[in-house]
């Protein structure tokens, strides 16, 4: 099975900031690799797809990056919304899709 | 506008069954492959299993396999999780998330919870 970690597990920013939070999978797994944020109480919305495509509706300050197996999602300017837990996930294999444990993002 | 809308939640003893429902709305249904995916109280997401759009595909993640089973109903846009011998360790909020192809899931449901205890 594909392994997901991410890093940090938490993070402490401001409004404004430029973050940056990694995901590094088990084995390569191309380009399927995704973004999701979940604000508390709510369910995950995709952000990014497919490394770094935007996903519809999705502000233009998320940006995802990466190749084979170590993959990044920054934040150019933190906004009050964006404080929320962040999840990689891969799709490369679908009997066994696999998220990150996640990263909380916090306010400083 | 697309809608998934979970139910069928609730409380259960250990070893108890409960069947969740999700009902999808605002596109073509039988055209899009759909999961299940859940979140222990405090806890990350867990993709717990996959249906393809004929229902010729079926996956399910190690820890439920051989206890729940997904389905589907394209006549009444509706996909379902059948979970039985349930566990304190299937506690869960459950979603259901529609599947983009090869690109994650773009569409989530509110999610239902599932409380295993006596």
């Known amino acids: 099975d594909i392994q997901m970690t991410q890093s940090p597990s938490s993070l402490s920013a401001s409004v404004g900031d430029r973050v940056t939070i990694t995901c590094r999978a088990s084995?390569?797994?191309?380009?399927?690799l995704n973004w999701y944020r979940q604000k508390p109480g709510k369910a995950p919305e995709l952000l990014i797809y497919?490394?770094?495509r935007l996903q519809s509706g999705v502000p233009s300050r998320f940006s995802g990056s990466g190749s084979g197996a170590d993959f990044t999602l920054t934040i150019s300017s933190l906004q009050p919304e964006d404080f929320a837990t962040y999840y990689c996930?891969?799709?490369?294999?679908?009997?066994?899709?696999?998220f990150g444990q996640g990263t909380k993002l916090e306010v400083k | 506008e697309v809608q998934l809308v979970e139910s069928g939640g609730g409380l259960v003893q250990p070893g108890g069954s409960l069947r969740l429902s999700c009902v999808a709305s605002?596109?073509?249904?039988?055209?899009?492959?759909m999961n299940w995916v859940r979140q222990a109280p405090g806890t990350g997401l867990q993709w717990v299993s996959y249906?393809?759009?004929?229902?010729?595909?079926?996956y399910y993640a190690d820890s439920v396999k051989g206890r729940f089973t997904i389905s589907r109903d394209d006549a009444k846009n509706s996909v379902y999780l059948q979970m039985t011998s349930l566990r304190a360790e299937d506690t869960a909020v459950y979603y259901c998330?529609?599947?983009?192809?090869?690109?994650?899931?773009?569409?989530w449901g509110q999610g239902t919870l599932v409380t295993v205890s006596s």
């Open positions: 998330a529609r599947a983009k192809i090869g690109s994650g899931f773009d569409y």
């Open positions: 605002g596109f073509t249904f039988n055209t899009y492959e």
């Open positions: 249906i393809s759009s004929f229902s010729d595909t079926i």
């Open positions: 084995q390569n797994v191309r380009t399927y």
């Open positions: 497919a490394i770094s």
């Open positions: 996930q891969q799709s490369y294999t679908t009997h066994m899709y696999t």
